[in-house]
């Protein structure tokens, strides 16, 4: 028989959102402790950024655990948080500025996109795990030209996002219980570890060999410029060329006629300076790194467009959600229901199995989400069942009748199927 892990302060659904949060929360100080390996040395990210993630983590996720149980996040407590956070940056940890500022300001937006949906289900996406390897070599390139000295730094900090992703599934998945039985139900809850241990063990090994595969790669690399490096002269002399043909053109009693004249020295002994003479390499650097940067602020901040709501009847409803400009065509509309028609019949069909399960004693707890409750009851249900329930319930689309009549006959199955028990 599996256990449930109780709390008496909070409930089943409000520890997996805290999971969630936790796990979300953890990925972006990674990027943040990533995204400082591109401009800071590993002294500087040991000694100020490593010390200040983990103040901003002890402010911030107590003030979550207080929002999750309030059902919304409050806004005092959330720049207070912020505020106290920059100032031990700032004068405890000598962090710059502009740097603290673009840091708060990226966790006050991450923070506030946690609570855009009620759902409590871990969802790490592989773009997200994709771009901070991108990132991750990004910065050993940047590191290894600016002499930053931050490749075990960086290396860290993927085994930590990789060991962070598996453990908090795996404390997610014990809390809810897997969905097969005996020994499939067992291979479920074991993956995640077997994961977390493959990574550790990866890690271990790049440990010992990392300074080998340091070595290889920058070979490599070095390879690859020297190739491109014979490019170099071949062009430099044909643009050459292409400047003694221009100029032959050019003769020098056409140019008196018009009362012009040319320098008397010869070109091919004038000291032509290079167009990046007195260019600071590391210079070069800063402008492409803010460039990159920049770039990525305006993808997300276009992508994710959000607006703020208020919270409605008792429910953490999405305090920040996206919003698109749509115009509905009439014909989108013709095969749909009435809103209120749709809604009322998917509420009812859901309010009628409720009562059959509370008759059974096995009724819908309080703040315990349709996910939870049929697993608890032992009915099995796909995932589009449970998003037309929530999508209705929260107002975001407008069902069809072939939508909602699949859903009634499909409460009705499971109500036949607990009265069915007792036979």
């Not at 031990?88 to 946690?114: D, E, K, Q």
């Not at 703040?367 to 032992?378: Q, S, V």
């Not at 999508?391 to 009549?405: A, N, Q």
Request: net charge positive; aromatic share 12%; hydrophobic share 50%.
């Amino acid at each position: 028989m599996e256990t449930k892990i109780e709390n008496s302060f909070l409930t089943v659904r409000e520890q997996q959102l805290l999971l969630k949060i936790a796990l979300l929360f953890g990925v972006d100080l990674l990027f943040v402790m990533l995204s400082a390996t591109l401009l800071i040395e590993q002294e500087g990210i040991l000694t100020r950024y490593v010390p200040f993630m983990s103040v901003v983590f002890l402010f911030l996720y107590p003030a979550m655990i207080i929002w999750v149980k309030k059902k919304g996040i409050h806004s005092l407590i959330l720049y207070s948080v912020l505020l106290f956070s920059g100032a031990a940056g700032f004068y405890l940890f000598n962090i710059t500025l502009w740097m603290t500022a673009v840091i708060l300001l990226f966790l006050h937006w991450r923070v506030g996109s946690y609570f855009q949906s009620e759902d409590d289900q871990i969802d790490v996406s592989s773009p997200i795990i994709l771009g901070f390897l991108c990132l991750s070599a990004f910065s050993l390139i940047i590191g290894n030209a600016r002499d930053l000295g931050n490749g075990m730094i960086i290396l860290t900090l993927i085994l930590l996002m990789f060991s962070l992703v598996s453990t908090v599934t795996s404390f997610q998945r014990m809390l809810i219980g897997g969905t097969g039985e005996g020994s499939s139900n067992k291979r479920n809850l074991m993956k995640p570890f077997a994961v977390l241990l493959v990574v550790l063990a990866a890690g271990g090994v790049l440990s010992v060999f990392s300074s080998y595969a340091r070595m290889g790669f920058y070979w490599i690399l070095n390879k690859v410029f020297w190739l491109f490096s014979f490019l170099v002269n071949p062009l430099f002399a044909l643009l050459v060329k292409v400047r003694d043909w221009i100029m032959s053109k050019i003769s020098r009693d056409t140019l008196s006629g018009f009362g012009l004249k040319l320098p008397e020295e010869k070109l091919d002994e004038a000291q032509q300076a290079a167009f990046y003479d007195g260019m600071s390499y590391p210079w070069l650097n800063e402008i492409l790194i803010a460039v990159f940067i920049l770039g990525v602020i305006i993808y997300f901040i276009k992508k994710k467009k959000i607006a703020y709501e208020v919270e409605t009847g008792g429910q953490m409803s999405p305090l920040m959600s996206k919003f698109k400009k749509r115009e509905l065509k009439q014909k989108e509309i013709s095969g749909a229901i009435h809103y209120s028609a749709a809604g009322n019949a998917i509420r009812q069909a859901v309010k009628e199995l409720e009562k059959e399960a509370a008759a059974k004693k096995i009724g819908r707890k309080p703040n315990e989400n349709i996910r939870a409750w049929f697993f608890r009851m032992g009915l099995n249900e796909d995932e589009a069942f449970f998003k037309l329930y929530e999508t209705v319930r929260y107002g975001t689309k407008i069902p069809d009748e072939k939508e909602v009549s699949s859903f009634v006959k499909r409460t009705k199955e499971h109500m036949t199927a607990l009265n069915d028990r007792d036979r």
